[in-house]
């Protein structure tokens, strides 16, 4: 297998601007077949532009996105296909039941399931007995879980998770993991976007650090931090002495908070 | 192995299921929606010897139209791509006409409610019928007169982003189209107003209505209100597709 066939994302010169302000610049990188890659960087990097520009939500002034060889201009709907997605604040028709709410994206992905195959896809994520509960009446974690299990329900062969893990309490986040690292282990690729720099240390095989617009790292969490230790200003910023990738982050993007 | 890419039947039948599931749950509003005609149709009994059943008829169906299609319709979407639930849609393999097609079909069922409600009862309360052919003739002219207002609907969540401003403004404009369509109909407003309430959407929806109730009167004035509302939906639509986000980000 080929480097082009090992890839199941290849994004190429990508670029996005929203009027004058160029939010994504010239953005190159690769997602490989079975791995978890991670986007980082501060609010406003343009972690969701590059997102949405490969989910297909915006048009890029230029560059290329393919997913599983299929160019997401040329042919969006294998692209989407290919896709499952949970954006960052995703919202369902408030009316609905969560069984419908299921029914609804299985029917859109072309799925056939019936009451009893959605009832086992819910009963795997103990949600179960919320089927007949509407959206908005399940906690932020359980929503999670099934705006997750949503985003798999066709066996996409890459799945997007935009900040997945915010507002989560530490026991949700640890199980959201462990649901990521099972999506890997069925053969799926994730790519997903974090600001937790714990998050990207324990669950990801690759990252990238993003920042106004520019890709300035992309390697192995441990690679980035063993490449940077002995950079003064990694060094500069460390607070208990060990080099954390939250210190290589700090010292790469810069100490000032982002709007 | 290869991507497979749904039916485009099988993506609309699911989202129609979903559509009509969550109209039927707002069942309250719909019945909001029909009460404005109702009231207009029972309370004005007393004119139908004056001013003939049809322009009870057509006056109440009118009210309908824009309450469903500029209120019911404008604010839905309004509310749908604030909370991200277009945005949802868009990253699965739905071709993005069929999302609002299927919104679309929803409204079309209701103009056939409304139409259906206000024949029932002009007939059972205020004693109104028309002929077989007028029935039908008018159903499709209430669906002609729901484009208008779904158009117009269109354009205002095209125009504004903040589902609160739409809720408001669709507001306003349907008072306005109420209070002067109807002095404009008792022609006390001035040869000028006359003229505009005449002209204007509601004015040449209530036209073609009330002409389709009487197909064998049918004139060349309400076929200029024909075109006028043709036209109407065109300008509506064009720029209400061309101002529309899929985000109010």
Known sequence: ????????????????????????????????????????????????????????????????????????????????????????????????????????????????????????????????????????????????????????????????????????????????????????????????????????????????????????????????IDKHRDDPEVISVSRRGKITLEDVFIALTGKAVRA | MATIIPKTSAVLTSLLRADFTTQWRNRRAVMLTLIVPIIILTSWKGLISIVGGPFVLANSITIGLFASGLMGYANAVARDRDKGIFQRLRVAPVPFWAIMASRLLVQLAMILIITTAVFVIGKEYDGITLSPVAYVFTYFTAIIGGAVSLSLGQMVVGWIKNPETINSTTRLIYLAFIMVGMFGELNKLGETMDDAVQWSPYGAVKTILSTSMEPDKWTSHASMALLVTLVYIIIFTTTGIKWFKWNTK
């Open chain 1, 1 to 224: 297998m080929n480097q082009q066939e090992a890839n199941i994302l290849t994004v190429d010169g990508l670029n996005v601007s929203y009027g004058n302000f160029q939010a994504v610049q010239n953005i190159s990188f690769d997602v490989r077949k079975g791995e978890i890659f991670g986007l980082l960087g501060p609010n406003g990097a343009g972690k969701t532009s590059t997102l949405s520009a490969i989910e297909g939500l915006l048009k890029p002034d230029s560059g290329t996105v393919t997913v599983d060889g299929y160019n997401s201009i040329e042919k969006p709907l294998h692209a989407r296909a290919s896709l499952g997605v949970q954006l960052q604040s995703t919202s369902f028709q408030p009316e609905l039941f969560v069984i419908e709410v299921l029914q609804l994206y299985a029917g859109v992905y072309g799925l056939s399931l019936s009451k009893d195959d959605i009832l086992a896809i819910l009963r795997d994520i103990n949600l179960e007995d919320q089927a007949f509960k509407k959206f908005g009446q399940l906690s932020g974690g359980q929503q999670q879980r099934v705006s997750l299990v949503i985003s798999t329900i066709h066996n996409p062969k890459l799945v997007l998770l935009d900040e997945p893990t915010t507002g989560l309490d530490p026991q949700s986040r640890r199980q959201l993991w462990e649901r990521i690292e099972a999506i890997r282990e069925k053969g799926h690729a994730v790519l997903l976007t974090t600001h937790s720099m714990e998050e990207a240390e324990s669950v990801c095989d690759r990252i990238a650090i993003i920042d106004h617009g520019k890709i300035i790292a992309i390697d192995t969490p441990q690679a980035i």
